[in-house]
């Protein structure tokens, strides 16, 4: 059992807001708050969500694994955020990273949600050997790059015309944290 299924959540400030891993009975407010955020097509790189309920419940009846962590923000039973980290793969020269997408529904931005979905999605990586976080985040997330940066991220380069969108292409700045001894 990892630290956070032994507590029930990590409280978000005094906003009623709690971080916690996801349960299948999460799914359905999950996908909510995700379509809400991919219908703004400004700060994920998807526009539409596909999935079903269904396999969002069965993903988060496992949401912490050697491979993945799911996590997920809520507020009174209603998902506000949600950061999924998992191994790039298990080829032995790059089982050490990791890589994750977040999102904070527009209504929560600016509360402290990203950074405590953030620190618990490091804790775990820390905890099952992950050497290497990245991601990538569009230029103009000004609020999450510097996010980013406050944990550690350092911007590695920039992918040119890397998320084709319905409106054309756009660049991502590529981020990464080291977490092990530095050579």
């Known amino acids: ?87 790039l793969d298990d080829h032995p020269a790059t089982k050490h990273v990791a890589t994750f997408g977040m999102f904070v529904v527009s209504s929560h931005r600016g509360r402290g949600i990203g950074a405590e979905l953030l620190k618990e999605a490091v804790a775990w990586a820390e905890r099952v050997g992950v050497r290497r976080v990245e991601l990538t985040v569009y230029p103009h997330n000004d609020r999450a790059r510097a996010l980013y940066r406050k944990f550690g991220f350092v911007e590695e380069g920039r992918l040119v015309r890397h998320a084709k969108k319905s409106y054309g292409y756009e660049d991502e700045i590529l981020m990464a944290l080291w977490l092990g001894p530095t050579p």
């Open 1 to 87: 059992m990892t630290e956070l299924e032994q507590r029930t959540g990590t409280p978000v400030g005094s906003a009623g807001v709690v971080v916690r891993l996801g349960r299948p009975s999460d799914a359905r407010s999950f996908l909510e708050a995700f379509r809400s955020v991919a219908e703004e097509r400004r700060f994920i790189q998807s526009e539409r969500v596909d999935r079903t309920p269904r396999f969002y419940r069965r993903r988060f009846r496992r949401p912490w694994s050697q491979s993945a962590a799911h996590l997920v923000a809520v507020e009174d039973e209603r998902v506000v955020g949600g950061l999924s980290i998992h191994r």
